[in-house]
């Protein structure tokens, strides 16, 4: 088997931080008892670019427990659990391409490697497979049924790409799911972010000015995890809606050229580029931290602060201090990656039982939904999770964690549907 991990040896912890994470996924587990028995994507070629984690490791086996030939390379350079990597080959027998800190270069050998597979499905997280396929492998495009999304970023430029006509095959986005969003984003994000930051920093929330800059799904949960941690929370948007949904849940809401002379920390989630730059970094108070849990790295002018700085030096890991011509220090946080995955191991099992739930669920019926042999009766167009499939993940999620629900009385279901009863 073909395969590329820091070191095989790790894979025993990884094994079993893997079974550790399985305890908290009711749900995938649900979904892989039944691909075992049924199959329903065998011998389909399905190429993964997702972040590296215990998590990720649950769906690439669950794939592969109903039929598929799973190859999975890391969707960040800085994300991937070098042990769960080893695990994957060793133990489960899943050409896995990825490395901690790997370089740019490597980054992508390790997306070619996956495409080399000729994948029938693609999986991504951030929309880089689809990219390169589409950019320099036309000719793999037609034997492609569909692919799935996880991120709003990815999203995003798959939107993009079928509206400027370009996109060759189906795509269901799965980050669209209200039990992706609503939990993987503004809970995963909020918990993992913080947890991000206190690991590679240890410092104290209570009582600091935390600057959240975006009030998107992962803003929200950020914003409100900082909050309840005893921060002053101040959050930036661009959106006017957004913002005043931030003031009424009671934020202070101001400019960034506002912000940046008062906060302590600085935590951007936009999925835009240079959203802290030179304008901000030279107003900012003396040993400001600034961090990102954005998709990629642009959302923190990081050559802007290297040219306002004197020197820099790496005081702890994932942390480095910034000495600034004006005599202030600036300490960024994981290169201005997703602070999340970088500095500690992402969003919680629980959340991403959900989030690849929809996974799995949305592969399979991208599976039934092909035409014989291949491609597919779905356009070329960006999907949303089918609402059975999201409901469907909600109901079992509840039922895992021990909580019934109403159901509607017949009386009720016929209110609902007439229009001539009123007071
Ligand atoms: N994205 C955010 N957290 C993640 C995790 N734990 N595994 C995979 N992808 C993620």
Known sequence: MNYHVKN???????????????????????IKNRFIKEKPLKGVRLGCCLHVTT?????????????????????????????????????????????????????????????????QVTMDDGADVVGILHKNFKELLLD??????????GVIRLRAMERDGVLEYPIISVNDADTKHLFDNRYGTGQSTLDGIIRATNILFSGKNVVVAGYGWCGRGVASRSKGMGANTIVTEVDPTKALEAAMDGFPVMSMEQASKIGDIFITLTGNTSVLREEHFSKMKDGAIVCNSGHFNVEIDIPALKKMSKST??????????????????YLLAEGRLVNLSAAEGHPASVMDMSFANQALSAEYLVKNRKNPMNSNLEKK???????????????????????????????????SSWQEGT
């Not at 492609?144 to 970023?153: D, K, L, P, V």
């Not at 030096?313 to 220090?329: A, H, P, T």
């Not at 999907?383 to 509607?408: F, N």
Request: aromatic share 6%; proline share 4%; charged share 30%.
């Open 8 to 30: 095989i040896k790790l894979s025993e912890e990884g094994k079993r931080r893997i079974e550790w994470a399985e305890r908290e996924m009711p749900v995938l587990r649900l």
């Open 382 to 416: 960006v999907y949303p999770v089918p609402k059975e499939i999201d409901q469907e993940i909600a109901r079992l999620k509840l039922k895992s964690m021990g909580i019934s629900i109403d159901q509607l009385t017949k009386e009720q279901e016929k209110y609902l």
């Open 144 to 153: 492609i049924i569909g692919g799935t999304e996880e991120t709003t970023t």
């Open 313 to 330: 030096r790496e005081v702890r890991s994932f942390v480095e201090e910034f000495n600034l011509k004006n005599g202030k220090k600036i």
């Open 55 to 119: 998590e990720t490791a649950n769906l690439a086996i669950t794939l592969k427990a109903g039929g598929a030939n799973v190859a999975l390379c890391a969707s960040n350079p800085l994300s991937t659990q070098d042990d769960v990597a080893a695990s994957l080959v060793k133990d489960f027998g899943i050409p896995t391409f990825a490395i901690k800190a790997e370089d740019n270069k490597t980054y992508y050998k390790h997306i070619q490697s996956v495409i080399d597979t000729k994948p």
